[in-house]
T-cell receptor, first 117, second 111 residues
Framework: AQTVTQSQPEMSVQEAETVTLSCTYD???????LFWYKQPPSRQMILVIR??????QNATENRFSVNFQKAAKSFSLKISDSQLGDAAMYFC??????????????FGPGTSLSVIP | ETGVTQSPTHLIKTRGQQVTLRCSSQ?????VSWYQQALGQGPQFIFQ???????GRGNFPPRFSGLQFPNYSSELNVNALELDDSALYLC??????????FGPGTRLTVL
């Protein structure tokens, strides 16, 4: 079974600085997707960034980028120029790429990010 | 384009009661997934519906059941509520195996 681990329950960052959130996962599959979701106090789960396992190039979305190390099964999220609106719970998540009839997403336990003005 | 909506926003039930939560999928999406998120934890997959049939289920007992309607909206039903069922219930819709878009959730409290 696939598992997702986030070893940092809480992180804080100064406004305008850079922060990196860690995530490791375990799987025997070769085809899968990895995601970072953001959940602010409003509870809405928002997709931040997505990475296909077959792509070697790290995904980037504006101030958000990932460091995907497939062999190490590591998938960290870097937030540059942190803003107050970035404060939220961040979940690392995994989804099988194919061969299954359904596409459930497996979430990690989350990292609570605080942004200090 | 209308996003995923859920109702009600929150509700309170007592142990042993039954509850129905509702979800309207995003326009064009034919797949709905339900997740349970206990306080301080990540969401856990309950089940998924595709074209009105359950096509995947997580580690949840049979008292968790669901429906999907022809317009792809969905219901989650929980019978014989237990205190541990208190959680945020999230619905997500998708199509063709693409990203799941989440609704705002329903906060269920069981007393």
């Amino acid at each position: 079974a696939q598992t997702v681990t986030q070893s940092q329950p809480e992180m804080s960052v100064q406004e305008a600085e850079t922060v990196t959130l860690s995530c490791t996962y375990d799987t025997s599959e070769s085809d899968y997707y990895l995601f970072w979701y953001k959940q602010p106090p409003s509870r809405q789960m928002i997709l931040v960034i997505r990475q296909e396992a077959y792509k070697q190039q790290n995904a980037t979305e504006n101030r958000f980028s990932v460091n995907f190390q497939k062999a190490a099964k590591s998938f960290s999220l870097k937030i540059s120029d942190s803003q107050l609106g970035d404060a939220a719970m961040y979940f690392c998540a995994y989804r099988s790429g194919g061969g299954t009839s359904y596409d459930k997403v497996i979430f990690g336990p989350g990292t609570s990010l605080s942004v200090i003005p | 384009e209308t996003g995923v909506t859920q109702s009600p926003t929150h509700l309170i039930k007592t142990r042993g009661q039954q509850v129905t939560l509702r979800c309207s999928s995003q326009s064009g999406h034919n797949t709905v997934s339900w997740y349970q998120q206990a306080l301080g934890q990540g969401p856990q997959f309950i089940f998924q519906y595709y074209r009105e049939e359950e096509n995947g289920r997580g580690n949840f007992p049979p008292r968790f059941s669901g429906l999907q309607f022809p317009n792809y909206s969905s219901e989650l039903n929980v019978n014989a509520l237990e205190l541990d069922d208190s959680a945020l219930y999230l619905c997500a819709s998708s199509s063709g195996g693409n990203e799941q878009f989440f609704g705002p959730g329903t906060r269920l409290t069981v007393l």
